[in-house]
Antibody, heavy 121, light 110 residues
């Protein structure tokens, strides 16, 4: 079965960086993309970006462009999202999801369990 | 960037039918597929409708999706409401440069 397993919770200080991993299994990794979303406490879902596991092309939300880097490692079927210069409003649960778009953004169909990132001094 | 707008909340009684709207801000909402996700408190979102009106296996046919080009909106309709349907529902779509989620609608089954 399709599984995406994310790394554990993180607590960071303002200005620091965080890197969340997302290990995929149960499907051909390079036939899909990976989308990243986050959800601030009590708020809705926010799309952060997408990476093609096929050719590593990326698209990022304008709100975080310049602070985010999404990568993939096809040898371990793992995707990564690094967010830099963290602020308190970056606090939330970060989700990775398989995106059906191999070379273009489409939509998530299977989600990871989420990673809580807390930014606090 | 285009945006998707949903009502903040809706409520209805068990057994009734409820419709949640999702209105596109620019361009044609029919240009790209719309998906709907259900998120119960403390849980990961799951797909209830994909590609405008398709249901994943395991989602009951009480859930249906549609597109109305005249109002540039998508709709999720849930019939025969059950207490277990109480959740947040998000519409989602995309264009060539980004994905986008609606703000979410809290469904209360009274």
């Amino acid at each position: 079965q399709i599984q995406l397993v994310q790394s554990g919770a993180e607590v960071k200080k303002p200005g620091a960086s965080v890197k969340v991993s997302c290990k995929a299994s149960g499907y051909t990794f390079t036939s899909y993309g990976i989308s990243w979303m986050r959800q601030a406490p009590g708020q809705g879902l926010e799309w952060l970006g997408w990476i093609s596991a096929y050719n590593r092309n990326t698209k990022y939300a304008k709100k975080i462009q310049g602070r985010v880097t999404m990568t993939t490692d096809t040898s371990t079927n793992t995707a990564y999202m690094e967010l830099r210069s963290l602020r308190s409003d970056d606090t939330g649960v970060y989700y990775c999801a398989r995106d059906i778009g191999q070379q273009l953004i489409r939509y998530p169909d299977s989600w990871g369990q989420g990673t809580l990132v807390t930014v606090s001094s | 960037n285009f945006m998707l707008t949903q009502p903040h909340s809706v409520s209805e009684s068990p057994g009734k039918t409820v419709t949640i709207s999702c209105t596109g801000s620019s361009g044609s909402i029919a240009s790209n597929y719309v998906q709907w996700y259900q998120q119960r408190p403390g849980s990961v979102p799951t797909t209830v409708i994909y590609e405008d009106n398709l249901r994943p296996s395991g989602v009951p046919d009480r859930f249906s999706g549609s597109i109305d080009s005249s109002s540039n909106s998508a709709s999720l309709t849930i019939s025969g409401l059950m207490p277990d349907d109480e959740a947040d529902y998000y519409c989602q779509s995309y264009d060539s440069n980004s994905g986008v989620f609606g703000g979410g609608t809290k469904l209360t089954v009274l």
